[in-house]
C-alpha cells in the first residue's frame, strides 16, 4: 500500500521497441466490464540484448504489443517492455514460462527474472523466467505519471488535528486527481485494472507460445495470480503466491485492514530496537524507545529538519520498518544519528532516495492508484472516509493517517470504477503453492486463509511468528526448498483438514547488529553480476509491493 521508504530507487532497464505501437488516437468510452483477451492475437516478440549490463546473468528484452482496450482488439496499441532469462537445461527437461510480478499496483517486473538463480537446487534452471513492466508502468509505453513532486517535503503532518490540515490534505487529494486527468495519455486510467493487466498476462502466453504459464507473484501480484486462475484455469500450471491480498476486501477494505496489522509490525519493531539499545541507544525498553519515536515525531510536524524532514516523513522512513526486517539496521543507524547526534541527515537521505522529484517519479503512485482506485467501487465520500480512519485511530495511531492520505485521491478519482472478480479457483485442478508470514502487515495473514479456502488445491506455509511482507526466496531453507520440489515435481506440503496452515517454517530472521557477516541465500550470490541485480530485484520486490502491501 505505501511506497517503501528505506530501499534504494527501483531499477529500470531500456528496451528497444520490437513492432510499431499505433500512433495515439481518441481512446474509445471504457466498457462496464472489461473485455477477455481470447480474441486478440499479438504479434511475436523480438526479443534482443537489454542495456545496463543485463546481458552478463542472461537477460534479453523486447516488447508486446497488447490493444489499450480489448472489447476494440483491432484499435489502439500500446506495448509493454518485457524481459527474459531463458531456461539451461535439455529441452526434455523444460518446464516452460514462469511469468512474474513484484506487486503494486505498479510495480516494475522487468528485473524478476534474476529469481531463477536463487532457487535452491538449480530448479529454476527448468524455465524460461520472464518480467515484465504492466501496462502504463516503467518501460512500457505509454508510462503513466501526474505529478512529480507529489512526495516532495515537508508536507502537513498526516493526523489532521485541525480543520486547516483537514483542507491542505483534501485539496491535495483533489489536486492529484484532477492532474492525472490532465496528465499526457490519460485515457489509459480507464485501462488498469487488474483485469486489463490479466488480458495482457493471457497475450503475453500466446506471445511466447505457452499452452499454460507458470508464475511468481509477490503482494498485489498474488491477486493478478489469484484473476488470472479464476478466468483461465485450463492455462494455470505451477503457480507460486507469496503474501496474499485478499480478493474480498479489496481495495477500501484491505486498507483498514493493513491499518490494525501495522499496529503490531511497528511495536515488534520498537521491541527490537530496545533490544539492541546498546548498539544504538534509543531506549531501553520497548516503551521507552516507542516514546522516544513518538515525541520526535510531534516535535518534527512542527518543526521539520532542515524544511524536509516532518512527522510525516519521520513515518514514511519507519513504514518500512512494518514491511521487512531487511532494512531494520539501516533504519535504526539514521534513527540513532538523529536521537543521539541531533544529524537528521541520514534519515532525510532515506526519504529523498525513495521519493526522487525527477521527471516521472510518480508513475508507480499513478498507477497504484489508477488501478485501487478503479478495480472496485470506491466511496467518494470524504466524511465516511474520515468518520473511518477516525474510528481506527483510536487504537491503531501508527499508521491510519498516513494510509489514509496515500490513498486520498481515490475519494476524487474521475475515472469510472468496475467490478472485482468473483475470484474462485473451484476449476483449477494443479496444485498451488502460497507463502506468508505470522505477522504480515501489508498483507495481513488471515487473508492468506481466505484464499486458501478459495483454493481448494493450494497449500500454505506460514513463517511462523514473522513480520516479512513477501519473503521468499530470501535464504530461508524450510521455505525456499519447498519451492524449489514444488518447481522440481510439482509437489505441495499436504493440505490439512483444518482453517491454517499445511506446513510451518521459520520466519526471515530478524537482524542481528552484534553478529559478524552475514550468510548470502544462495551460492549465485558469489557472482557479482548476479548478486548486485537480486539485491535490485529484492529492493523492487520491496518497492512495489509496498505500494499495496
Excluded at 530507487?9 to 466490464?33: E, F, L
Amino acid at each position: 500500500m505505501k511506497r517503501l521508504l528505506a530501499v534504494a530507487a527501483a531499477a529500470t532497464v531500456a528496451v528497444g521497441v520490437a513492432g510499431t505501437a499505433a500512433a495515439h488516437g481518441a481512446d474509445p468510452a471504457p466498457s462496464a466490464k472489461p473485455a477477455a483477451a481470447s480474441g486478440y492475437n499479438p504479434p511475436p516478440i523480438t526479443w534482443h540484448k537489454c542495456q545496463a549490463g543485463w546481458n552478463k546473468a542472461g537477460f534479453q528484452c523486447g516488447r508486446l504489443i497488447v490493444p489499450l482496450d480489448y472489447s476494440h482488439p483491432q484499435g489502439r496499441k500500446i506495448s509493454l517492455a518485457v524481459s527474459r532469462i531463458k531456461h539451461t537445461v535439455p529441452r526434455s527437461k523444460y518446464q516452460g514460462v514462469m511469468l512474474t510480478n513484484p506487486g503494486g499496483p505498479g510495480g516494475s517486473g522487468l528485473i524478476l527474472p534474476i529469481l531463477k538463480y536463487y532457487v535452491p537446487n538449480h530448479a529454476g534452471d527448468a524455465y524460461d523466467w520472464i518480467g515484465f513492466d504492466p501496462r502504463g508502468v516503467g518501460s512500457s509505453r505509454p508510462s503513466l505519471t501526474c505529478n512529480q513532486y507529489f512526495f516532495h517535503g515537508d508536507r502537513p503532518q498526516y493526523r489532521p488535528v485541525t480543520g486547516t490540515i483537514m483542507h491542505q490534505w483534501v485539496t491535495r487529494s483533489k489536486r492529484y486527481a484532477r492532474q492525472c486527468v490532465d496528465a499526457k495519455h490519460s485515457a489509459l486510467f480507464n485501462h488498469v485494472k487488474t483485469v486489463d493487466t490479466v488480458n495482457d498476462m493471457e497475450s503475453l502466453r500466446k506471445a511466447l507460445h505457452a499452452k499454460k504459464i507458470n508464475y511468481y507473484g509477490f503482494s498485489y501480484g498474488t491477486y493478478l495470480g489469484q484473476v488470472y486462475a479464476t478466468l483461465h484455469p485450463n492455462r494455470v500450471r505451477r503457480f507460486v503466491l507469496d503474501s496474499n491480498v485478499d480478493p474480498k476486501r479489496v481495495f477500501y477494505k484491505s486498507n483498514q485492514d493493513q491499518d490494525r496489522a501495522f499496529q503490531k509490525t511497528f511495536n515488534i519493531y520498537f521491541h527490537w530496537l530496545a533490544r539492541y539499545h546498546r548498539v544504538y541507544h534509543v531506549g531501553a525498553t520497548f516503551h521507552n524507545a516507542r516514546a522516544r519515536w513518538i515525541a520526535a515525531r510531534r516535535h518534527l510536524d512542527k518543526h521539520a529538519a532542515r524544511g524536509i524532514l516532518g512527522g510525516d516523513e519521520l513515518i514514511d522512513v519507519f513504514t518500512s520498518a512494518g514491511y521487512y526486517v531487511y532494512g531494520w539496521e539501516d533504519i535504526a543507524k539514521a534513527w540513532s544519528a538523529y536521537e543521539n547526534q541531533h544529524n537528521p541527515r541520514p534519515l532525510i537521505r532515506m526519504y529523498k532516495s525513495a521519493n526522487p522529484i525527477t521527471k516521472g517519479a510518480d508513475n508507480g503512485y499513478a498507477m497504484y492508484l489508477g488501478t485501487q482506485c478503479t478495480d472496485a467501487p470506491w466511496p467518494h465520500n470524504q466524511a465516511k472516509t474520515n468518520r473511518d480512519n477516525w474510528r481506527l485511530d483510536k487504537r491503531y495511531s501508527y499508521f491510519t493517517w498516513s494510509n489514509a492520505w496515500f490513498n486520498g485521491p481515490c475519494d476524487y478519482w474521475k475515472f469510472p470504477a468496475g467490478q472485482p472478480v468473483q475470484v474462485s479457483g473451484a476449476n483449477v485442478k494443479t496444485p498451488i503453492l502460497m507463502i506468508d508470514e505470522t505477522y504480515d502487515a501489508a498483507t495481513p495473514y488471515p487473508g492468506n486463509l481466505v484464499v486458501r479456502h478459495l483454493f481448494p488445491s493450494a497449500s500454505l506455509i506460514e513463517g511462523l511468528d514473522g513480520s516479512t511482507h513477501a519473503g521468499s526466496l530470501s535464504g530461508v531453507a524450510c521455505t525456499d526448498d519447498t519451492i524449489a520440489r514444488y518447481l522440481t515435481k510439482g509437489t505441495v506440503p499436504r493440505r490439512k483438514a483444518h482453517y491454517g496452515a499445511d506446513k510451518i517454517c521459520p520466519p526471515v530472521p530478524q537482524p542481528n547488529p552484534t553478529a559478524s557477516g552475514a550468510a548470502t541465500p544462495n551460492a549465485a550470490a558469489a557472482n557479482s553480476v548476479i548478486a548486485s541485480l537480486y539485491a535490485k530485484a529484492r529492493q523492487e520486490i520491496a518497492r512495489d509491493s509496498a505500494l499495496i502491501g
